[in-house]
């Protein structure tokens, strides 16, 4: 009969033995299932109906989202919703953005910054910053698009675990004149959960 203590072993090494990697070499795996990360990126705007002023049916928005460090671009948008006028009788928008940094914790989102801007279009026969020329001679300059869009911004951030932290910005006056890009000042917001 053979001593029990030659068939006496651990899990760990019956593990190891088959090649299974023991549990606190799992330990980095598991704990990577508990992070929360970046999958949806929005502005949310309002539009106002007090003495506001409505963003352009071709006016292109422009947002740009970061850690509050500003280090991580954590998500943004180029000329967005340029064919989509925003009313000004409190006409709220959702414009979707680009999630530049997907692998970004959620604990890492708690204060954000960012920024919208604008630049408009517009002009003779929808003529973007030009002149008009006849035989090679320029005779006229077009009239590039002019816009004046009163809002108040916030951000919409939805994570792989469900949560959708929420910031909010104050009231913004923007002009964009000769088609130049204008921008509002970094906004810094802290989140709001907002489990829906």
């Known amino acids: 009969m053979q001593p029990k203590a030659a068939l006496t072993f651990t899990v760990?090494?019956?593990?190891?033995?088959l090649g299974?990697?023991?549990?606190?070499?799992?330990?980095p795996f598991f704990e990577s299932l508990d992070e929360s990360t970046l999958v949806r990126a929005e502005l949310m705007t309002r539009?106002?109906?007090?003495?506001g002023d409505n963003k352009d049916h071709d006016t292109g928005v422009f947002v740009e989202v970061r850690t509050a460090d500003g280090v991580t671009r954590?998500?943004?948008?180029s000329n967005g919703d340029s064919d989509t006028e925003y009313r000004d009788d409190g006409h709220v928008a959702y414009l979707v953005l680009h999630v530049?940094?997907?692998?970004?914790?959620?604990?890492?989102?708690?204060?954000?910054?960012?920024?919208?801007?604008?630049?408009?279009?517009g002009g003779l026969m929808g003529e973007?910053?030009?002149?008009?020329?006849?035989?090679?001679?320029?005779?006229?300059d077009l009239p590039s698009g002019n816009?004046?869009?009163?809002?108040?911004?916030?951000?919409?951030?939805?994570?792989?675990?469900?949560?959708?932290?929420?910031?909010?910005?104050?009231?913004?006056?923007?002009?964009?004149?000769?088609?130049?890009?204008?921008?509002t000042n970094w906004i810094t917001a802290t989140s709001t959960l907002d489990r829906d």
């Open 20 to 27: 299974v990697p023991t549990v606190s070499r799992l330990r």
């Open 147 to 183: 816009d004046r869009w009163v809002f108040v911004p916030g951000i919409v951030l939805r994570f792989s675990s469900g949560h959708k932290l929420v910031y909010s910005g104050g009231r913004q006056d923007l002009r964009s004149t000769a088609g130049n890009l204008v921008w």
């Open 12 to 17: 760990a090494s019956l593990l190891l033995s």
């Open 74 to 77: 954590v998500a943004n948008i």
């Open 128 to 140: 973007h910053n030009g002149q008009l020329v006849v035989n090679g001679v320029p005779i006229w």
């Open 100 to 121: 530049d940094s997907s692998a970004i914790d959620e604990s890492k989102c708690a204060t954000i910054k960012f920024r919208v801007g604008i630049a408009a279009k």
């Open 47 to 51: 539009t106002p109906g007090d003495d």
